[in-house]
């Protein structure tokens, strides 16, 4: 990831609506959730609710596939591996062991 491809990212996530279908989208993993889904979860009409997972999809932090008559979004794991890796790349100085804390807490922990 370059830098454009990093800052449009962010552009796509500096929008309230944009940020809550993200990270509902992280939540849902791999099943995934309808546009109706994420609109009636979040509360968003439809038309507002296309634009801002097309915003999304630009910004390669979800991926859609259709199923018939609907469209099923998810969270693209690979992109957003990308950005957190653009924003690692030169974690703590060359002292990697010291981003340890950092990964730790973001990574998944079955319960």
Known sequence: MD????L?????LSQKTRLDV???LIKAGPAGMSAGDIGEALGVRQNTMSANLSVLL???????????RIIRYFAD???TRQLLT??????CGGHPELCAQVMETIACHKS
Not at 8 to 12: E, K, S, W
Not at 59 to 64: D, F, P, S
């Open 3 to 6: 830098i454009n491809d990093a």
């Open 8 to 12: 449009g990212a962010f552009g796509a």
């Open 22 to 24: 993200f990270r509902l």
């Open 58 to 68: 630009q910004a390669g932090l979800v991926r859609n596939e259709r199923e018939g």
């Open 77 to 79: 794991l690979d992109g």
């Open 86 to 91: 653009f924003l690692m790349a030169d974690c």
